[in-house]
């Protein structure tokens, strides 16, 4: 057998996201026939015992505790961005000016200004760039752009989408600190709006194209928080719930929400598309369901069908088990590295790029500041 | 407009299913454009007090305490049997006698000869004949029919129902009486094989085909209960829980199974229907949905579509409201009801017939014999 | 038995509605235990051919071809309102006047100014009215309210509700006249959002209380569409979908939609409500189903419950049939109807009054001038 | 980090579960912590070829084409039996001869005396031993067995399981070879019974105990097929379907039913079991969920729950990812191994050991011997 070519990986941060991404890079090539292979050089953060560990987890052949130090080895082609927010930028620019390919965690950044310093780094740079808005390679969420490009829905109408969780009600959850940072504003720009509704935001525009507008409402619920680390009280910086009307390129209407204040939902993405000769619909506690109606099946038969997307002729699915077999939530994220490498083969730029996740940024911010002022933004 | 013709009830029995016959009688020409009107002659029962309650409640002209005066009556057509199973034989050979039309509550009788007693008399009296097997109504199960007859099944394999409920897991439930007859073997006939199974098996027959051959199992759970009426403890006599093995004339293999210890389930009417070509299944709970798969749509567009039976281009439903608008339990009789009036325009017989219920009550009696010794049992 | 006293009943219109609430009349007393029974009196409408048919078929004593006469009727009790919204307020002022209780379709009015007049009127003349919001009186809803009522959902954080159908996709779907006269704004008012998003207005305020401000946005798909009448093409005047964004008073969040334009969904009425210790979500497309979630259950057993909404404990359910065994649509009516004469017996008011419609009314105003400038409006 | 103590593995065969049993092997450690580690030492087949190329995808250190060779190896702990079912007798008493472990796939025999042999001679070794019934590890599956060993469901009425598929409807499917080894019944030992049917009966034993006896029917629909490697016509030999009533010791009801010939079924095995205070049920299209019926509930609350098990305390799960966020079907092979490794550390049989499955081959061969005579077995 050809020996792969190695890609050798250096990953910052190291919480859940890189584990996930750990995950990818370690099975990838068990289940997909790609020219090459990540190799899993260095993975760094801030304290070196607790790194070390993960390291020994997962095969990483070295550590880092200083992020510079690993763009600045010429034995890493790619760098993991798994931080939390406020550091994408800096990481990915001098990435950028390094040479190196950039894997990013979603959203891109704090906003859009920082969003668009990081693109042109990036362009600048030729550097191949992709962010992991994974939920586009759920294989339902996948097959549901085989059939918008096929052009099964034909004009749209409606494109409604929901991210709703509940893990945050309880007034006793700390912000800030390792464990959740994702509500302090300062580490991550905002609360649901970049954390859920962005990935709701990015699955739209890959579907059904460019928002135009919108109008929005946000809430935070609890008004004040325990800080994890300095335990004091805080004012809660963060939107704990985010409710979002506009109006795509196409003509067709959006309708986002997303909240940590839906009792009963985990971890409820869904999204559904209304076309004017067939309508698709799929959530991601049942993610293997895409369910789709076709109004041109005969009459008294039309209905929604509750397509189980795991045969071997649906998209990603070949290279798993066999019909009905089920995969899960970290597929996403080795379909993501599967067509990354993929794409260097020939090249081609892998799905979202920054360039594709800026235009999200920017929705993200729109929808803030509408919240803010209570009037229609155009993006 | 012109006068519609009578059709002169005389319903004997008034309990749980006098009140779905006499809303049938009462309902179905506001929805149903028919030549007949069926008109409330009598009702008919021991207690006066009690029948003429009942009679005042759904406007019968008048009452009798004697079945045999119904009978004898000159200004009634037709006599709905609605007494428990015991009476079922005397009363139609009775009303066939005196050339009354006999719509009779299912099961047909008690046993196969009772039953081919019944068929013979409404035979020789030439009587138009039915037996309210209501579930054949249901609009999703009719549309199921028409789906069969269209050849869009193809080869049939698997043929299975299933009839679940869990009203009788307490002990203390009584056995015998106005309220708990079906719990006494002397006016039931049998358990859950009379009165459950018998829908499962007279849908399977008319959707399938012939049954041929059976091997079943019963059982009964609680062994003695109180009797509604004398207060003392008895063993009981019926079958609690039914499961019933089969082949069918055209191949198919059958498994049916009720119980009345089916925690969870009230009235889980079930059937699933497996072809070459595609599959259909349906439960009670959700009457109005139909589950459709067919092998022939696009591979990877295959997927169990449910159908909301509810358009104006689905079984029955022209005549009740708009798309999505719901009917229920008692629409199924109102069907009937409304088919055997058509019916009667032309002189067709209404299925299923007494002729063609016996069929089902040899396959009862076939389980039931199994279940004694063991054994295979042709039909 | 002593005899019901009568509630003479005058229903002016007779379309979709009218069969509605002429079934309500009939089948009321077959199903409920009540003082009162309606007599179904006088049919009114233009074309007394058809009217006639109409009465005929529901057993109307007499016709009428203005509605001015059937309110001056002294043999009428009550007067139903059928007709298009655009009458209402005209018929609902006589009728006061004269000291007929009323019964009105809804939206109340064709909008709050018309509606505020039609409150004064009732009240000054003391007539018992209400409004047929006929949703609220599906068990499942009716039981939703006791739950909240019963505090089980604690504070409330999201309420969100929509209301979709797909019937008007087809762009030769005419307007006006009298099957489409929805689909007209000087008949109807307005679109999506005075026909189906007023209904989850009513239920919301019914189920969270009052809405204190919206912000909204409405669409008209196709923009011409032949008269019924005319023949002659001509700009569409109602809103074919709305969007809406609130805030209740109770703090809480509102997200609601409506449209015609939804492929797939015939009359898909779906609500769902997040509280602190509970959710709740019903669907009317499987209206006997109340979603249940508790997070007082055990950890590791929590899960949304699916309730068959169909036991005798249930709401309404014991005056129907057993466990498991399902109503329909119509239903709500005959509710609606069984609890107006149960509070003729005590002179309570049947809710919704006119006067809970007009806070209906003021929210669906809101939303249409929302929609028109972009700005959020305080109720 | 302490290094971990190697469990050097020798795997026979390299199928479809060489697949699944490697991936368990190389992601166990970077899920669970576990003072074991495996270590790929050797994969076994005749083709050197094909062998060699399973190796190095999946990071095996050599190959053998001779399964002796590998069991004589003294640096491997661990032989993993992948082979057809006509081969696991001989391997697994050699290697029980030579003091290896053995990790075997199901079902343990061609029959219930080969398995008789392989118990005794893993026995008398003292080695341990497990069959790769995986299914018992989906997390749903665990927690139905924690419900149940918490007494929640009292006493058990029913117990019904289905494994149902349609791979094998079309006529043009060959039998025999590598691929289709499964349609040989002298490789596989018999059809549906020992493949599909197996997993219900382990899953069976396992929940609610022994099965006293079996009345089963089996079917083989499609009668000839061409064999894969010699291109010739023959008789098939195996069991297309199969339905098996019984009885179980502890007084329930057992239905089991397996086919390849229910359309529009890729792999659904369900099992729902009745218990006097609760139920359970389950299906493999969709793992996640467990469907739990509580009588103890309040009466109007009382419904069947979907818990979505994907929580920290559920099952497996918190070695996993977050709430709501899925795994699939690989997942049940690394939790074996996991539990497999644990129970290493403390000398614990990992269940189902040979012994426990010998009683699902016992069943397995009564169903056969049923199916035969039409008579009921005991087992």
Redesign the interface.
């Known amino acids: 057998?050809e020996a792969k070519k190695p890609l050798r990986i250096g990953m910052i941060g190291y919480g859940?996201m890189g584990r996930?991404h750990?995950?990818a890079y370690?099975?990838v090539?068990?289940f997909f026939d790609l020219e090459y292979k990540p190799v899993l050089k260095a993975v760094c953060a801030r304290n070196a015992e607790k790194v070390?560990?993960f390291a020994?987890?997962?095969g990483y052949e070295s550590i880092e505790t200083d992020w510079r130090k690993v763009i600045a080895r010429d034995d890493i082609d790619a760098i993991d961005i798994c931080t939390p927010n406020n550091l994408h930028k800096e990481i990915a620019i001098a990435a950028a000016q390094a040479g190196k390919m950039i894997l990013c965690e979603k959203p891109l950044a704090m906003n859009t200004a920082e969003g668009e310093e990081m693109c042109e780094a990036v362009e600048k740079a030729g550097v191949a760039n992709t962010v992991w808005y994974n939920y586009r390679r759920v294989p339902a969420v996948t097959?549901a752009k085989q059939l918008i490009e096929r052009g099964l829905l034909g004009k749209i109408?409606?494109y409604?989408a929901q991210f709703?969780?509940?893990?945050t009600?309880n007034a006793d959850v700390p912000q800030g600190g390792a464990a959740t940072w994702r509500l302090d504003a300062e580490a991550a720009g905002s609360g649901v709006t970049g954390d859920l509704l962005a990935h709701c935001i990015d699955t739209a525009i890959w579907l059904n194209g460019k928002l135009d507008s919108v109008?929005?409402?946000t809430?935070t619920?609890v008004k004040e928080r325990t800080h994890a680390l300095t335990g004091l009280k805080q004012a809660v910086s963060i939107d704990d719930?985010a409710?979002v009307?506009g109006?795509f390129s196409n003509?067709s209407?959006a309708?986002f929400?997303s909240?940590r204040?839906?009792?009963?939902?985990?971890?409820?993405y869904t999204f559904e598309i209304?076309?004017?000769?067939?309508?698709i619909a799929w959530d991601?506690?049942?993610?293997?369901?895409?369910k789709?109606?076709?109004?041109r099946?005969e009459?008294?038969?039309?209905?929604?069908?509750?397509?189980?997307?795991?045969?071997g002729?649906?998209p990603y699915m070949k290279s798993?088990?066999?019909?009905?077999?089920?995969?899960?939530?970290?597929?996403t994220f080795i379909h993501q590295v599967a067509d990354f490498l993929k794409d260097l083969e020939t090249g081609t730029p892998t799905g979202p790029t920054f360039r594709d996740s800026l235009e999200t940024q920017k929705v993200c911010d729109a929808i803030l500041a509408s919240a803010k002022d209570?009037?229609?933004k155009h993006i």
Chains 1, 2, 3, 4 share one sequence.
């Open positions: 057998m859940f996930t750990s995950n370690s099975q090539n068990h070390q560990a020994d987890q997962w097959m109408f409606h409604r709703l969780q509940d893990w009600i109008s929005a409402m809430e619920f719930a409710t009307m109006r003509g209407l309708l929400e909240t204040y839906a009792r009963g939902h985990k971890a409820l209304n076309g004017e000769n067939a309508s991601l506690h049942d993610l293997h369901r895409l789709f109606y076709d109004y099946d009459g008294p038969l039309r209905g929604w069908k509750s397509i189980h997307v795991s045969d002729d649906h798993w088990w066999v019909p009905g077999l089920q995969i899960g939530y970290e597929h209570g009037t229609w």
